[in-house]
């Protein structure tokens, strides 16, 4: 009999001061986590029943396409790593890798990712194309040294990670292989309740052809999704394009000099080149950034008058690793003039500049001057000024036309998968090669494929909620259901309880018996706070063998039967019954 | 349908160079695990799957007793151990915890153990008796920076642990839940097929009021258990005590020089003395020792003539990180004499003097005479020289008498589990008590309880193996049965062993089909090296429904209709079943 009072069950009233997310919130209410750091919870037995259930279900996904789970090892010798070389990047550049010495004085990773472990893995077994495709996983634990842990479970210092590996014999069968592991995340999503969508992605520091995320849609979401309606381009606005029509060239005139004065904005502009639309205006941004090494640098940033600049892009365009709008003195050693009048023309020469792709297109157009209360206008790339390095700059917007044709609009999710198809950067590094049907030895097409599982509980919770607390999913709830007697010690509703309980764990349901010796409506605070699917109440009508059976989803709530109480709840378990155990 | 086709199947017929434990050299030819790094083995799927099983019979005796799974970090700040005192003694004394520093400076222990982590988890919660006994348990990775790796998956730097805490009102619960956890423990090791005796064991750096550990006697152990064949002793050579019998004082004569020239040993030294058995006699040895500081000191270790010095012993009683036989300088520094000649009376002051319990007992004895060529006799403790400190430093050997009247033997293992009854240091230091029946809070008595996984299967396949592989017990096998078509390609023989399969598949019988495209000399050496229990061969009668039916252990076959093997291997696999799914 699994009874709640042997279980430790600490819910409280207030969430944790320093909680925003809801998830968080709820989650360290119902007493399902515990904080054992900065970073760092401890998953209480309630949490760990929903984790291991996200695991049985991504574990029964995987195996059905025959993946291969195994176990690498956390800490990871630092050579592999420099044979790929991600050291530098991951302990430097952008450094979540943490480290740890040995008292021999050797240096270890601590995994943060194995791309290069499941390249040497399979290395040492792989020959032949005919071994392949092959997809190995595991189900283990990563570190990451966040510089921000944040949001509870969503941004964390260690987190359990499913991450899979594919190897192909050649890029068209490692893309049929992406696109099937990407189905199945998808699968794997819906099973569990999460409402989310497939979108492009960056591919990062993880390098690589092709990437996808899987964002859900909460509230709390560090990720922007920009989706079309017209329903076919989804991309995060890391790297989501607007569809932006080139402004039609005018006759070709003359550079000249506008007197501009107080004209350091768009608005205030117009009025002095009134035949110019925004568009066929190039806008200057001032950056200072810093750079992976320490260095500091300026960036003159360039947009179409009528769209604005991504710093994100940005700082990937320069590989930056921090972002600042430029201060007046760096503006005016630059441009030699006040902020506001900065352009293409006549920049400093130490300044850095770089376009988005739209400037491009664009010509005949007006831009600051350099000097204070002045602008140019008829400015023409490669006539007047060179076109300089191009990037992807452009922040995307509500209502900005979609590449699809359809409008887009931007949502904030959650990331809670990404697949990437990596090409051979791995296998090459690290010797993982097989003979083609033509005898040929070539490197292995790699891929890597993630899902943050506590980030995945979290995400369902941020997504499944009311006032009272959370509502699980069935297929991811720590008990399916929970019968209360709501007297504990009145033999007739104990009775029937414990009956209950009894009939459905042995109908394979995961029930529990709140027999605690609580008033009732603590028990069913608890109940709604932790949010079990169903309820079962053995009260008044206890002796008659009539219970009360509630769906924590809608609080309807029905007088029935027991014996129909057990076969209704049942039947739902059923329907989202999880093969936790792989034969 | 499962395929080894689809498999990375990574047999070899060489060991690597350095697997000296049958254990490794098994894995590792049977493609079952890949080294990592020194003291780091990836854990390769066939691997996988045996540790999934062990652990699964794991949870499923946890949770029989009621106890709760959970999810400790594996990152842990460093204050709770500073709380406890084990941030020292685990960093520098015995510096097995590896550690990590964030970016933001803070330092992180990577957990060798969770007992700090379990105290403050349940000082969280409970508060009253009424919530206690209660058991907590999880099944995570433990990382330890063992100064010599060795012996394949026997020691490494991490493996999984599955890692119980208890905690009780008061002492006789407590001894009561640690009986219980240890009784599951026995069950336990029975179900994976592993020989264990429960021996007493040293509550080392854990501290505690007991200790006992689970110890796998094969070839290869680290430990030694020293066992009575009376059947009621068992411990640890690292506590075990011989019954010895003190020797009758003679009477009282005064003290007095024996010129005995060249009797540097027991032997030379008995025709000088012929009156005085050996264990009448003190010997006196001299150690270099090394202390946690790094400090040198020179020691003086005392036992009966007839006995010796156990040097892991004399490590705990003297503090030391390292023990060394002093050397000929060391020696006359502290006797004045050749080495051959020490003994109490009269060594040099600086000299630390530790002596065996048994030498209390014995009165008029002979030593060496810390001059060269001499002994003493007829001394007696307090009238010619101060007893010394005393600690046990006796070693046990093969035919001791042990405790309980009968005679010790000594045996070779491995230990697999280790249960500490911990008594109130971790609640004191953290915080965690409880009100008794009596309103009075009182610190809950913990107990700490953990198996490692990996060093399970290991030191099955130490007990499980013959010189064709290993030979896994049903329990714990990484598939329960491999049908093997002779020849693929034959569709009489694929067809049979195809639907074989299924057959097993459908009755919950792990099965797997080596369909692979290789000899069959080839496939019938893979699956006894990797150690199958059963293989069902579909062979030249395959038309006729018939097949072999080979039991791995013995190497028995007979040919019988398929459908009689297939019961027959799902009737041992139904009394083997694991329930990996708890409910």
Redesign the interface.
């Known amino acids: 009999m699994r009874r709640l009072s042997?279980?430790?069950?600490?819910t409280r009233r207030e969430p944790p001061a320093d909680a925003s997310a809801v998830s968080h919130q709820l989650l360290a209410r119902a007493?399902m986590l515990?904080q054992?750091?900065?970073g760092?919870?401890?998953?209480?037995?309630l949490l760990?029943r929903t984790?291991q259930r996200l695991e049985?279900i991504i574990r029964e996904e995987h195996d059905a396409l025959?993946c291969?789970?195994?176990?690498?090892?956390?800490?990871?010798?630092r050579e592999p790593w420099e044979a790929s070389g991600r050291w530098q990047t991951l302990t430097e550049d952008d450094?979540i890798m943490?480290?740890?010495r040995?008292?021999?004085g050797?240096e270890?990773g601590?995994g943060p990712t194995h791309e290069e472990?499941a390249a040497?893995?399979?290395a040492?077994?792989?020959s032949s194309h005919r071994?392949l495709p092959?997809v190995?996983y595991q189900i283990?634990?990563k570190?990451r040294?966040e510089?921000r842990p944040r949001s509870g479970l969503l941004r964390t210092?260690?987190f359990?990670m499913k991450d899979a590996y594919s190897y192909d014999a050649d890029e068209a069968s490692a893309a049929q292989t992406y696109e099937r592991l990407a189905e199945a995340y998808a699968a794997i999503f819906a099973r569990v309740g999460l409402d989310t969508l497939r979108a492009d992605a960056d591919v990062g520091a993880m390098g690589g052809t092709m990437s996808a995320e899987f964002l859900a849609p909460a509230g709390i979401g560090e990720d922007f999704l920009a989706s079309s309606d017209a329903g076919s381009y989804r991309a995060n606005t890391e790297v989501a394009r607007a569809a932006l029509v080139a402004p039609p060239a005018p006759e070709q005139r003359p550079m000249s000099t506008v007197e501009t004065p107080g004209a350091t904005t768009m608005e205030t502009l117009q009025p002095f080149v009134p035949d110019v639309p925004p568009e066929r205006m190039v806008k200057t941004l001032l950056y200072g950034i810093t750079t992976a090494e320490g260095g500091q640098e300026v960036i003159a940033a360039l947009c179409r008058g009528d769209r604005s600049i991504d710093e994100s892009k940005l700082a990937k365009a320069t590989g930056a690793v921090e972002v600042a709008m430029a201060d007046a003195a760096m503006i005016r050693s630059a441009t030699h003039a006040d902020p506001g009048y900065a352009g293409p023309v006549g920049l400093a020469e130490d300044v850095r500049v770089v376009g988005d792709h739209a400037i491009a297109e664009v010509q005949g157009f007006v831009c600051g001057g350099n000097a204070t209360d002045t602008h140019h206008r008829d400015v023409w790339w490669g006539r007047d000024v060179a076109l300089p390095e191009l990037a992807d700059l452009d922040r995307v917007a509500d209502g900005d036309p979609a590449p699809d044709g359809g409008t887009l609009s931007l949502t904030r999710a959650v990331e809670v998968g990404h697949v990437f198809l990596l090409g051979t950067r791995y296998s090459e590094a690290l010797g993982l090669s097989a003979t083609g049907p033509d005898g040929v030895e070539r490197p292995v097409w790699m891929g890597s494929y993630g899902i943050g599982i506590e980030r995945l509980a979290a995400a369902v919770v941020e997504q499944h909620h009311d006032d009272k607390g959370i509502v699980w999913p069935t297929a991811v709830a720590p008990h399916t259901a929970v019968v209360v007697s709501v007297r504990a010690g009145d033999p007739d509703q104990d009775g029937l309880a414990e009956r209950i309980t009894g009939q459905l764990?042995d109908a394979?349901?995961?029930a529990v018996w709140d027999d605690r010796d609580a008033r009732p409506g603590v028990k069913f605070a608890d109940a709604e706070l932790i949010g079990f699917p169903w309820r079962i109440t053995a009260g008044r009508e206890a002796a008659g063998g009539r219970v009360e059976l509630t769906w924590r989803a809608t609080g309807e709530t029905e007088v029935v039967d027991a014996d129909y109480a057990v076969s209704r709840v049942a039947e739902d378990a059923r329907r989202h019954r999880?093969?936790?155990?792989?034969?």
Do not use: C, Y
């Open positions: 042997n279980q430790l069950i600490a007493g515990q054992a750091g900065a760092l919870f401890t998953v209480g037995p760990l984790l049985a025959g291969q789970e195994l176990r690498f090892t956390h800490l990871q010798p450094p943490l480290r740890t040995t008292r021999s050797a270890l601590l472990q040497l893995f399979a040492d077994g792989v071994q092959m190995l283990a634990t570190f040294d510089p210092k260690e359990t764990l394979d349901v995961d999880v093969r936790l155990n792989p034969r």
